[in-house]
């Protein structure tokens, strides 16, 4: 079904409010109209695909909230290339990566198996809850609980800290992981 809605009918409907909702996560009001003119350049690239045209204030938030995410991704990498940090968080994840499938096997039958297929495999959790017969919203629940497991393990047991947005934070020591000592042993 073709949108019966149009670009400029949607910034007639919801541009003011767009615009105060970026400006709350951003604070800044000239990147919020960047951020504004951005959200409605992906509205007129992928109005085609709105399907429900009832549904056009939810799909464009949503639409924002993505525009929003992209910005702070790309300005939290940006910091890291000029600190430094990203070449030492990539560093230490290759260092924590050979402890990695031995912690994931100690995890508990249920959250191996979707960890394994969603994280390492890379499977969407659609497909993987269809072919463990799950609902999706269980399995994304599984998910969940199966990566704070393994992430509560790799604290514990690697002697590794995360800053406040749970990024690895410093240098991995395999030597100082409990669990690969017990391994190499």
Same mark, same amino acid.
């Given at each position: 079904?073709?949108?019966? =809605?149009?670009?400029?009918?949607?910034?007639?409907?919801?541009?003011?409010?767009?615009?105060?909702?970026?400006?709350?996560? =951003?604070? #800044?009001?000239?990147?919020?109209? #960047?951020?504004?003119?951005?959200?409605?350049?992906?509205?007129?690239?992928?109005?085609?695909?709105?399907?429900?045209?009832?549904?056009? /204030?939810?799909? =464009?938030?949503?639409?924002? $909230?993505? =525009?929003?995410? &992209?910005?702070?991704?790309? *300005?939290?990498?940006?910091?890291?290339?000029?600190?430094?940090?990203?070449?030492?968080?990539? #560093?230490?994840? /290759?260092?924590?990566?050979?402890?990695? &499938?031995?912690?994931?096997?100690?995890? #508990?039958?249920?959250? *191996? /198996?979707?960890?394994? /297929?969603?994280?390492?495999?890379?499977?969407?959790?659609?497909?993987?809850?269809?072919?463990?017969?799950?609902?999706?919203?269980?399995?994304?629940? $599984?998910?969940? $609980?199966?990566?704070?497991?393994?992430?509560?393990?790799?604290?514990?047991?690697?002697?590794?800290?995360?800053?406040k947005s749970g990024r690895l934070k410093g240098v991995f020591d395999p030597d100082e992981c409990r669990l690969c000592k017990d391994e190499s042993a």
């Open positions: 079904m073709a949108p019966t =809605v149009t670009t400029e009918q949607a910034w007639e409907q919801l541009a003011e409010a767009l615009r105060q909702f970026i400006f709350q996560k =951003v604070t #800044d009001a000239a990147l919020s109209e #960047d951020l504004l003119q951005e959200v409605f350049l992906r509205i007129h690239q992928q109005l085609p695909t709105l399907r429900h045209p009832k549904r056009l /204030e939810a799909w =464009v938030y949503r639409i924002a $909230r993505n =525009v929003i995410s &992209d910005h702070y991704r790309k *300005r939290y990498r940006s910091e890291n290339v000029e600190t430094g940090l990203e070449e030492e968080t990539t #560093d230490a994840w /290759e260092q924590l990566k050979g402890c990695l &499938d031995q912690l994931v096997a100690r995890l #508990d039958s249920p959250y *191996r /198996e979707v960890l394994t /297929e969603v994280d390492l495999h890379g499977h969407s959790q659609k497909a993987v809850a269809q072919q463990l017969n799950l609902s999706y919203s269980g399995l994304k629940s $599984r998910v969940q $609980r199966g990566r704070k497991a393994l992430r509560d393990m790799m604290v514990g047991c690697c002697q590794m800290e995360l800053d």
